[in-house]
């Protein structure tokens, strides 16, 4: 197993909002105010071309992250360990390995950044996650995470202050829209929540404030019961360019996919508990889609209220994400999982997150990334494998497999054709990016279902 500790030069003034991050705790507003004008400094070096009013947004929007975590700290300890946790999608529900393929038929214009190489595979983990700061029983309303990390991936980092790249992150929630427009709405509303008012900006009766709209975004949100992670369709909510075309992204489960409920809902990790159950002997699998903008249509970049419609931008697969058989539940897994680090701008190539939200999130989650990393003294490594840090592992880790039964790689389709009409490459012929499943299983671990399994599906929190 090999891992890099993220050396890369960080642009310095990024380090600064370490700095603020270990000091805020009983600051005055003067303090904040010094603060907040270092920050937007912070923001002016990275080069990005912002307006003073967003440099301002961007700021506050750390600062209160921060607040957040402290808050979400607090409310979460002493029942869930004493620990700093992500201030959104506090919760993981698994998190698993899982092979990122780029399809064959991807059209032209797609094929930039990681998904350049028709039939290129990836090695990938996958977060599952509940939405909320605090930790919940899984049978709370919220909204649900799926957060994937490609790994090995080539090209030129777009964000350098994350690291050297090889790696690429996508995340997604389970709604097609935001409960803020954009990062001036975001940062009021932070404000508030981070001092646990979950409706204040939403509608207040003192000082008279009404954003409607939002709210009822806010309460979609956060009104979804789940059975499995696998069964639901995930959105990156915002959009992206990718080469020339601007995106959004989503994933959904593929065709014909079906996963059996079997376990008790009342239990409080009942969704860790199902999804080791589906994967003990069974694989589930994704298809990840792009939906192209289209400009005639209402298709705002810096309103994340507005829901692309998909009868306006049809989503079109253009790659596929195979989870394999497997055993996840160990506490060297977890461990791992809570000092993973996603970020949207944690890519390469031509790939490039728009709109305000998104320009903002560069600074955020890498802001409270590290915060939570230093108060809980845990390192930061950006994985480049399926082995665990320590473990002494062979490529196929975890993994219940021999070879992957289904479903079939998209290369045995005999139907597929491109739909602009190209020349198909097959994705099976080279084999220089194929995963070798040919070992034997290895050591998976405690099997789901077990009183080893069981505990540990209780004891992680
Ligand atoms: C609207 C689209 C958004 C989606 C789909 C989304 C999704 C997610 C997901 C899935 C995670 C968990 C990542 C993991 O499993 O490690 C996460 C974490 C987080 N999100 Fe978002 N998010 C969105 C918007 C935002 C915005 C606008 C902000 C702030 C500007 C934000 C701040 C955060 C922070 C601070 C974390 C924790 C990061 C860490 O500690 O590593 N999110 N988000």
Known sequence: MSYTLLTTVKISALAFTFFCAASFADQDHEHRRESLR?????????????SSAERDAIASAMLAGLDVSRAAQQQNSPRYGDRFRRDAHA????CLRAEFEVNGDIPNQFRHSVFANPGRRYQAWIRFS????????????????????????NGTPLAPELGAGGTQDFLMANNQ????????????NMQHLARLDRSGWFFSLWPPRLHLKQLVRAAQTVSSTIDTPLQERYFSILPYRLGETEIKFA????????????VDQSDENFLTAQLADNLQSASACFDFVVQPRNTDANTPLDDATVIWEEKDSPFIPIAR?????QTFTSEAQWEFCENLSMNPWRGVGEWEPLGSLNRARRLVYHAVSEFRHTSNNAPQQEPEGWCLPGEVCTPQQGLNIVKPTWPLPRCFDALARSVDG?????????????IDFSAQKVEAGAAPGSSAATKSIQSHY
Do not use: W
Not at 91 to 94: C, I, V
Not at 136 to 151: F, N, P, Y
């Open 130 to 153: 509940n939405g909320d700061m605090l930790v919940q029983t899984d049978g709370e309303k919220d909204a649900r995470g799926m957060a994937i990390k490609l790994m090995g991936v």
């Open 321 to 325: 994400i195979h989870i394999p058989p």
């Open 251 to 262: 994933s959904r489960p593929c065709a014909g996919a079906d996963y059996p409920i079997t």
């Open 177 to 188: 829209a935001f409960f803020n427009r954009n990062i001036h709405d975001y940062a009021e």
């Open 422 to 434: 190209q020349v198909l490459d097959s994705q099976c012929a080279d084999d220089s990016y194929a």
């Open 38 to 50: 270092a920050l937007d400094a912070s923001i002016q070096q990275l080069g990005m071309d912002v």
């Open 91 to 94: 919760k993981a529900t698994g």
